[in-house]
């Protein structure tokens, strides 16, 4: 599975982005996905997560409200729109999949994407 992230760029604090991440799998509608970013010297973190079926959706508690996650099965892609953004949503935002479920545990998914770059500066 190979999973392709974009959208990242430079927003000014109270901007907004909506990464997608688009995954190159037939049965994509069985994955669980997740958006965890990194920031330098830091373990990546989690930050959004949906199932496979969007049921269930989890976010970190300081996203959560600003942010949202998403899919659109039909066209393998899960997306996170980011609001209110703030410097501190600085960050490499990655997103990654497993069988059917979101997960907050980063070590529980399979496939990552490569990450895409979120700036948020005056």
């Known amino acids: 599975v190979q999973l392709q992230a974009s959208g990242g760029g430079l927003v000014q604090p109270g901007g907004s982005l909506r990464l997608s991440c688009t995954a190159s799998?037939?049965?994509?509608?069985?994955?669980?996905m997740g958006w965890f970013r990194r920031v330098p010297g830091k373990e990546r973190d989690f930050v959004a997560a949906?199932?496979?079926?969007?049921?269930?959706?989890k976010y970190a508690n300081s996203m959560r409200g600003r942010f949202a996650i998403s899919r659109d099965n039909a066209k393998n892609t899960v997306y996170l729109q980011m609001n209110s953004l703030t410097p501190e949503d600085t960050a490499v935002y990655y997103c990654?999949?497993?069988?059917?479920?979101?997960?907050?545990?980063?070590?529980?998914?399979?496939?990552w994407g490569q990450g895409t770059e979120v700036t948020v500066s005056s």
């Open positions: 990654a999949a497993r069988s059917f479920f979101g997960s907050r545990i980063r070590s529980e998914y399979t496939y």
């Open positions: 799998i037939r049965t994509f509608s069985t994955l669980g």
């Open positions: 949906i199932d496979w079926n969007s049921e269930t959706v």
